[in-house]
């Protein structure tokens, strides 16, 4: 089981356009916007780096909004 979190910079205005999207992904565990360098930071637990891989290229990065991510794998 891969465990990660995965940071999201989003347009000005869209953190509130793009978590409901981001929280109904598969493996989500919990997303919040935040304040800070970032605009919304999302929780993943999934089987393995190949999902996790898929979830945040495939799925976060095409959503309308979402101008960049980074992603912290667990490693405990």
């Given at each position: 089981m891969v465990h990660a979190?995965?940071?999201v910079t989003t347009a000005?205005?869209?953190s509130q356009?793009?978590?409901p999207e981001i929280t109904a992904l598969d493996g989500v565990?919990?997303?919040h916007v935040?304040?800070?360098e970032?605009?919304?930071i999302a929780e993943f637990e999934v089987a393995d780096t190949g999902e996790l891989l898929s979830r945040v290229t495939d799925r976060i990065q095409a959503l309308d909004?979402?101008?960049s991510t980074r992603t912290y794998m667990a490693l405990d």
């Open positions: 979190y995965v940071m000005a205005g869209a356009h793009v978590l565990t919990g997303a935040v304040a800070g970032y605009d919304v909004g979402v101008e």
